[in-house]
Each structure stands twice: as structure tokens, then as C-alpha cells.
């Protein structure tokens, strides 16, 4: 169940998309936090930046995490996002060895508001974090941010 921390964290993922959609990328953000809720590491995404469609935040996190994190800390730390995770981060936090994943919105919901706004499909298909990287506990969305993060997708496609 996502809780008052879990959102205070949420929020800071979802301004981090909104600094990216500032920047001129697509509006993801995501942070890493601590068993005893230090935040790590924080990024959005850098696609536009560097012509590089992998530079998703949840990535630079699984990167992160495998070079400054033991294994056991990586397995009780938690992933705020913006956005669920793409099938390529899904499978990253999992050979990492993150925790749980909490989200303000899910692939279903974003999936769903890109066809609203007449948006092509990507070349990866959607997926839910679990149909990827089944043991990794997940939660979300959070229907209050999921709304902040449709009207940052609504102003870069519309």
C-alpha cells in the first residue's frame, strides 16, 4: 500500500519528469531511496539530450545501484517513478537486484493516454513491471500523481 513517505517520494519523481519535459525530454523521473529512506540517487530522462533512447532514469538507477550498493542493500532499497517501468528497466532492476517499485502511473494508463493524443506506438512493447521481472514487488499507481504525470504527456504531445 502506497503511504504518506511513498508520496512524498512519488512527488519528487513526478517534478524530476517535469524537469525533463522542461528540458525538452519526455517527462520520466525516478529516485532511489534507502532501507532507512536516504535518497541515493535521482535522475529523469536524457533521450533528447543524447540521442540515446536508453537513458531512461530507471536505468541510470539499476547502473547506480550495481556500482555503489551491496547486493543486500540493493534488495531493500525502493524505486520511485514517475512512470512504471519499460520492459528494458523492469529487466535491469531485476539482475540488479532492487526492491520494490512504487509508481504514479502505470504502463496501462500511459499506453492508454498516448492513444488519446494520436501518439504511435513505441518499438517496445508495453509491458507490466511483473510480466518482465515477476518477484519484484511493485505498487501503483497513484491516481492523484498518475493525473500530474497525464498533464506532462498531454503538453509534450499536444
Same mark, same amino acid.
Given at each position: 500500500? @502506497?503511504?504518506? &513517505?511513498?508520496?512524498t517520494?512519488? !512527488?519528487?519523481?513526478v517534478?524530476?519528469?517535469?524537469?525533463? $519535459?522542461?528540458?525538452?525530454?519526455? %517527462?520520466?523521473?525516478?529516485? $532511489?531511496?534507502?532501507?532507512?529512506?536516504?535518497?541515493?540517487?535521482?535522475?529523469?530522462?536524457h &533521450?533528447? #539530450?543524447?540521442?540515446?533512447?536508453?537513458?531512461?532514469?530507471?536505468? #541510470? &538507477?539499476?547502473?547506480?545501484?550495481?556500482?555503489?550498493?551491496?547486493?543486500?542493500?540493493?534488495?531493500? !532499497?525502493?524505486?520511485?517513478?514517475?512512470?512504471?517501468?519499460? %520492459?528494458?528497466?523492469?529487466?535491469a532492476?531485476?539482475?540488479?537486484?532492487?526492491?520494490?517499485?512504487?509508481?504514479?502511473?502505470? #504502463?496501462?494508463? +500511459? #499506453?492508454?493516454?498516448?492513444?488519446?493524443?494520436?501518439?504511435?506506438?513505441?518499438?517496445?512493447?508495453?509491458?507490466? @513491471?511483473?510480466a518482465?521481472?515477476?518477484?519484484? %514487488?511493485?505498487?501503483?499507481?497513484?491516481e492523484?500523481?498518475?493525473?500530474?504525470?497525464?498533464? +506532462?504527456?498531454?503538453? $509534450?504531445?499536444?
Amino acid at each position: 500500500m @502506497i503511504n504518506d &513517505i511513498d508520496r512524498t517520494h512519488l !512527488a519528487r519523481a513526478v517534478d524530476l519528469a517535469e524537469q525533463a $519535459l522542461n528540458s525538452g525530454d519526455e %517527462p520520466f523521473g525516478s529516485v $532511489l531511496v534507502s532501507e532507512k529512506g536516504q535518497v541515493l540517487f535521482e535522475d529523469h530522462n536524457h &533521450i533528447a #539530450s543524447s540521442g540515446d533512447n536508453t537513458q531512461h532514469p530507471e536505468f #541510470s &538507477i539499476a547502473r547506480w545501484a550495481a556500482a555503489n550498493m551491496t547486493p543486500a542493500e540493493r534488495a531493500k !532499497a525502493v524505486v520511485y517513478t514517475s512512470g512504471e517501468h519499460c %520492459p528494458m528497466c523492469a529487466a535491469a532492476h531485476a539482475w540488479v537486484g532492487l526492491g520494490r517499485v512504487v509508481y504514479a502511473s502505470s #504502463s496501462e494508463q +500511459l #499506453s492508454a493516454w498516448l492513444g488519446d493524443l494520436g501518439v504511435p506506438l513505441p518499438p517496445v512493447k508495453t509491458l507490466p @513491471i511483473n510480466a518482465v521481472a515477476p518477484a519484484v %514487488p511493485v505498487e501503483g499507481p497513484d491516481e492523484e500523481l498518475a493525473e500530474r504525470v497525464k498533464t +506532462l504527456h498531454a503538453r $509534450l504531445h499536444g
